[in-house]
């Protein structure tokens, strides 16, 4: 916890030439991960509100290099350009968190999420820093298993490599 906070604090420092408004958070993630960048606002004050996320910096009108953008209440799909942008959190609640599906090392950099608060030079900008690491090589189970073509054995199931790698990533994460 003191761990976060302190990240945070210190990619507000370094974030700070951004905008004397803004907000940055640093998010760490490793390739094949779906990783979710955090942007919420105030939805009790404000009502629904036009969103958009884009990369680099928020620029002084909507969003640069835009990922997609909603009306208030959901995606615009024709503002969406690829189905690997996904805001999964809860709109009707001002959570407009971007999830990136299957990251990899091109998604590392700065994003940018733009509330647009009604009113001149009332909007929000949150800007997070990515940064996708490598995901380690992990040794999987043998797959000599899914060779076998009878289904005799219906109760010896082998751990799939996706709970292996689970597990292994939880252990080196606790190591950390
Ligand atoms: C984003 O994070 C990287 C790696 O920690 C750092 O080098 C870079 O300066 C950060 N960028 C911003 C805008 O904070
Ligand atoms: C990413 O999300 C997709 C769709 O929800 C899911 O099928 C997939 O297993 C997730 N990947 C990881 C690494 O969690
Ligand atoms: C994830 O991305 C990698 C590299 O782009 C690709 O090879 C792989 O098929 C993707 N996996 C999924 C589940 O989309």
């Keep these: 916890e003191i761990k976060v906070h302190r990240w945070f604090l ?21 390739t094949g991960q779906n990783i979710t960048l955090p942007c919420k606002y105030d939805i009790k004050t404000n009502g629904p509100t036009e969103v958009c996320w884009g990369r680099g910096p928020v620029p002084n009108s909507r969003c640069s290099h835009q990922l997609l953008a909603t009306d208030g209440y ?31 090392e091109e998604d590392t950099g700065l994003y940018g999420c733009r509330v647009e608060i009604s009113g001149p030079f009332n909007d929000e900008k949150h800007h997070v820093n990515l940064t996708v690491k490598r995901a380690p090589r992990l040794t999987t189970t043998p797959s000599s298993d899914t060779t076998s073509s009878s289904s005799d054995s219906p109760q010896t199931t ?3 490599p996706t709970a292996g790698t689970k597990h292994t990533l939880m252990r080196m994460r606790r190591d950390v």
Excluded: H, P, W
Aim: hydrophobic share 40%.
């Design 10 to 30: 210190f990619s507000k420092a370094v974030c700070l030439f951004l905008s004397s408004v803004s907000e940055c958070v640093a998010v760490t993630g490793q």
């Design 74 to 104: 959901k995606v615009k799909e024709e503002t969406r350009v690829s189905s690997r942008y996904q805001l999964k959190g809860r709109l009707d609640e001002g959570d407009v968190s971007l999830t990136i599906m299957n990251i990899t």
């Design 158 to 160: 082998a751990a799939t």
